[in-house]
């Protein structure tokens, strides 16, 4: 239980932390991914699972990590958001 509020209050941290930045900070992460998979950014779980759209980041470099629902696939990559743009990511992970 402490495990899932702690990353619960790491999450809100950083939705805030964008929300809170001026619009000119901010742009947006489109992740897909085959097959579906779950989404972890900047080594936080975001409780989401691919595909999303939208997603907002602070600008700057990411860590991106998808890792299948079995826990079978796992592919982790970098890339970099531009502040009012949106960053479109598309992941097969292989067998």
Excluded: C, N, Y
Excluded at 7 to 20: E, I, Q, S
Excluded at 22 to 49: H, N, R, Y
Excluded at 64 to 86: C, Q
């Amino acid at each position: 239980m402490k495990r899932f509020v702690a990353v619960g209050v790491v999450m809100t941290g950083l939705l805030g932390a964008v929300a809170g930045r001026a619009q000119a900070d901010v742009g947006w992460l489109d992740v897909a991914s085959e097959p579906p998979a779950e989404i972890f950014l900047d080594d936080v779980d975001t409780k989401k699972v691919a595909p999303q759209t939208h997603m907002p980041l602070s600008a700057g470099h990411h860590r991106l990590k998808l890792v299948t629902p079995d826990g079978g696939r796992e592919r982790s990559i970098g890339f970099t958001v531009e502040a009012g743009k949106t960053t479109q990511l598309t992941i097969h992970l292989a067998p």
